[in-house]
């Protein structure tokens, strides 16, 4: 129901809401697109440290057995023994930390650095597209943070002109992230199968079991 004390007309709510519902949307399609690029990375994390080339943070007992570990191998040396093999796959590997680094180009176009690591309330780096539509939707709907918003107005010319903005940088985002999925995932798929390694997957979209009568 309308605002009592509002002045705006019932066509610049109606612009306003449909505005709010168009942000909603993009947030939507932005935090679907970051959340599958994680769940990806974390099999890459996954895949790369079944292939040796990650490890855990080291505890102190671990650094223990590597010292021990180091003297070892610096007497195994004078004393002629042959060093160790090289990692048999190492080329694999090597496509998975490229993989890794091609998923992170395309996540940091949706989200800063900065906002992947953590929640701090700092300005460190320029926002990307999710916070720019979160505080856009706080001026355009009820508010955010320290922002009044403007829920009982039209959106002003602003609003418009800066969403149209954040909505080209998301078509560029969405059109890496879609080639991920459909050119550069299942070709790097294809190499791990050879190895009979389990192939990274996108987490699918829930199934809406409603019409089903479930």
């Known amino acids: 129901m309308k605002n009592p004390n509002s002045n705006a007309s019932d066509e610049d709510l109606t612009a306003s809401f449909k505005t709010q519902l168009q942000i909603r949307d993009d947030i939507s399609k932005t935090a679907d697109a970051v959340n599958k ?18 490890r855990e943070p080291a505890t102190a007992s671990d650094q223990k057995k590597d010292q021990d570990k180091e003297q070892k191998k610096d007497q195994g ?12 796959n190492a080329e694999l590997l090597k496509s998975v930390e490229a993989m890794d680094q091609k998923m992170q180009e395309v996540e940091y176009k949706f989200i800063s650095r900065a906002e ?3 929640d701090d309330k700092y300005y460190s780096v320029a926002e990307k597209i999710y916070l720019n539509l979160i505080w856009l939707n706080g001026e355009v709907g009820t508010g955010a943070g320290d922002v009044a918003g403007g829920v009982d107005h039209r959106p002003t010319d ?3 002109a800066i969403l149209q903005m954040i909505e080209k940088d998301l078509a560029v985002a969405q059109s890496d992230y879609q080639n991920l999925l459909d050119k550069e995932i299942p070709a790097f798929n294809r190499a791990l199968l050879e190895k009979g390694i389990t192939p990274v997957a996108a987490v699918a979209a829930p199934e809406n079991r409603e019409e089903d009568g479930e």
């Open 77 to 88: 040396k004078s004393q002629g023994e042959d060093q160790e093999k090289p990692n048999a």
């Open 37 to 54: 690029m994680e769940w990806m990375r974390k099999q890459l994390d996954v895949i790369a440290h079944m292939l040796g080339g990650r």
């Open 116 to 118: 992947a690591l953590s």
């Open 158 to 160: 602003t609003a418009v």
